[in-house]
């Protein structure tokens, strides 16, 4: 894993994930850019934060979700209607915090995410994974064959 990573890293994407630390604990190797800490079982939430920071900022693909997705006005509008303090306190991090990740990813032309060992370890985590489906679908970066995205029935 970390070797596809760090070959990844070499072709211009950048790696960021949620570990404490951005190396291996065992070999000291840098395995990541960049990471995110927040609570156990605040995914949703915070998933949820970066996806209403892209469609705030306008990072969102609309040509890309227009081709690719199906009902996400309703989603736009649920995001929208999120309370952040809710988020925030739910996720474990800032708005902040969640406007890093969400900046990396508007802003980027492709990436990997590395999200693992606990999205699905939790009574929450089935809709864990649709959180992090959610955001992948706003944007081409993580989306493309190349990326890393297996929710996406077209990634050509």
């Known amino acids: 894993m970390t070797t596809s990573c760090r070959s990844s890293a070499c072709r211009g994407r950048e ?3 949620p570990p404490p630390r951005a190396e291996s604990a065992l070999f000291g190797t840098k395995i990541a850019d960049d990471f995110f800490s927040l609570n156990i079982g605040g ?7 970066v996806l209403r920071h892209l469609i705030e900022h ?3 693909d609309e040509e890309f979700v227009a081709a690719h997705t199906e009902g996400f006005g309703e989603l736009h509008d649920a995001v929208l209607d999120s309370d952040w303090d809710e988020l925030a306190l739910a996720a474990g991090a800032t708005r902040g915090e969640m406007l ?3 900046h990396l990813i508007g802003n980027s032309k492709r990436g990997i995410l590395v999200w693992s060992m606990g999205v699905t370890q939790h009574a929450g985590g089935e809709e864990g994974v649709r959180a992090d489906c959610r955001w992948t679908r706003t944007t081409r970066a993580a989306s493309r064959s190349c990326g890393a995205s297996t929710c996406l029935p077209n990634r050509a």
């Open 43 to 49: 995914d949703v939430a915070y998933l949820t934060g």
């Open 100 to 102: 890093r990740l969400a």
């Open 58 to 60: 306008n990072w969102a």
């Open 15 to 17: 790696g960021a994930g």
